[in-house]
């Protein structure tokens, strides 16, 4: 079982930006794959960026439509963290934002942190 804690949401204002982090438990993190999802009110859990470990320092990475080229997600093992960067925020990005991990390095996500919520303000 993979501990995982998210950081980072807040209130901002549309066109704002928010770097949400997630630190992970576990000594190999570095052949995790690891994911954002989100979920708004009323509507189901969605996918957002995750990473694929490929091998070694390889990973694929991959986005929604709705927020690739404003969203980045990335990683620093050495302090078993994700982050999703997320730039030109809009009034629908409003949700909270989960971090889920998969050991086997996939993105069969079976462990899930316990979210944290981004406002975004029109």
């Known amino acids: 079982q993979v501990q995982l804690v998210e950081s980072g949401g807040g209130l901002v204002q549309a066109g704002g930006s928010l770097r949400l982090s997630c630190v992970a438990s576990g000594r190999t993190f570095s052949g995790y794959g690891m994911g954002w999802f989100r979920q708004a009110p009323g509507k189901e859990r969605e996918f957002v960026a995750g990473?694929?470990?490929?091998?070694?320092?390889?990973?694929?990475?991959d986005y929604a439509d709705s927020v690739r080229g404003r969203f980045t997600i990335s990683r620093d093992n050495a302090k078993n963290t994700v982050y999703l960067a997320m730039k030109s925020l809009k009034p629908e990005d409003t949700a909270v934002y989960y971090c889920?991990?998969?050991?086997?390095?996939?993105?069969?996500?079976?462990?899930w942190g316990q979210g944290t919520q981004v406002t975004v303000s029109s």
């Open positions: 889920a991990a998969d050991p086997t390095g996939r993105t069969v996500y079976n462990n």
């Open positions: 990473m694929r470990w490929s091998g070694g320092s390889v990973y694929y990475v």
